[in-house]
Every structure is written in structure tokens, then in C-alpha cells.
């Protein structure tokens, strides 16, 4: 069998150190407080809002090439927090449609998240002077789709708790029960057991984006 990968062992260990740390959080829930009910029913947008932009980013960068990434009009829509574009939506959200919730969260995440995604994949695109551009547009494309679908499993993996993170502020100014919130929830009142899942399936999406092999000698 091979051996596993420097960078994959590594990997590993700082997700056990992780898992770790979740199962040895300090002292008693804060205030007795107990661990917050699962949000079953946000998780059907949130993985409409990841698929949305698991296609949507790599479409972008396909079609921009490494050029996108220098584009000073996605630099300027990557540019705002989270929370300008969730205040915007509020002011422009008609009123006589009720609160925004889920379908007002989907398009501020998408907002916020597709700009900086888009320009993170365009950078990771190699040169294209004076290869493969002498041979031809569908040259340049072939080599663009060839890389963005290596990339695409690895991309998911190392941004998907960055996007979970970001939700947060999304989820307070918008008054939704994201999942965001109920990471940060959990932290709050020191759900072990609760963070340790969380912990686990992340990891297993880091692991699932793992080519498992050893390095060449």
C-alpha cells in the first residue's frame, strides 16, 4: 500500500486536533443553557445556495479565464462585507412581501460569496500566453474545464467553513435560523457532542477531496 501524503497526514492531524478540542471544552454550558434544535428546515437553501454557487463560480472562471482575477469591476463587487450586502437588501426588500427569509438570504449569500469565489478560482488557472491561446478558443477551453474539474472537489472542501462562518452575519441581520448560527450556538453553550459532529462532518468532506495517494519518490 502506498504511504499517505505528507500534506494529507497533516491534514489528518489537524482535524483530530480539532475533534479534540470540540470533546475538551472548559466548565458548564453557559448559564445551563441547552444545545440549540437542528435547523432542519434551512438545510434544503443552504444546499441550494451551495450547489447555486458550487456551478455558478466555476462557470464564471471558466469563462473569464486567469484574466477574471485582475477584472477591477469583480474586484469592486468582492470588495463589501457581508453585511452591506445584507443591509442593502433590507432597504431594497419590498415590504409588502414579509420578511426576506431563506429566498432573502439566497440572494445576499450569493451576493457576497460568487465575486470573491469566482476571482479565488480564476487565480488558481494557469498562463494561457502564448499556449494554449495560439491554438484557439476551443483549446483554451478544454484546458480551463480540465483544471477547474481537478480543482472543483478540493475548492469545496477547503472554502465550504469559510461559507459557514459567513453565513452568520447574513443569518443575525436577516433573522434567519442558518446554520451558521446554530455552529455559533453550539459554541456558546459548549455543545460538545454537538461541535464534535460538526467537526466530523467537515472532515469528512476534507477527506472525500483527498486523492489518498503517496507521493511519487
Known sequence: MAPVRSGTALGLGV???????????????????QPPVFPWAFLGP?????????????LLAWGGGPDLARRR??????APPDLLWAGLLLALWPAAWGPPGSGGWLLAFLAAALPGEARWLAQALPGERPFPRAWGRSAVSRVRGRVLRRLWRRWIA????????A??????????????TDWMSRVVV????????????????????????????
Open 15 to 33: 482535524w483530530a486536533a480539532g475533534l479534540v478540542l470540540a470533546l475538551s471544552l472548559p466548565g458548564a454550558p453557559w448559564k445551563g443553557a
Open 46 to 58: 443552504t444546499l441550494l445556495a451551495l450547489a447555486a454557487l458550487a456551478g455558478l463560480a466555476p
Open 73 to 78: 469591476s469583480l474586484a469592486l463587487l468582492e
Open 158 to 165: 477547503a472554502r465550504l467553513p469559510v461559507w459557514l462562518t
Open 167 to 180: 453565513t452568520l452575519v447574513l443569518e443575525r441581520v436577516l433573522g434567519v435560523p442558518g446554520l451558521g
Open 190 to 217: 459548549r455543545d460538545r457532542m454537538g461541535l464534535s459532529l460538526w467537526v466530523l462532518a467537515l472532515a469528512l468532506l476534507w477527506a472525500l477531496s483527498q486523492s489518498w495517494e503517496g507521493e511519487a519518490a
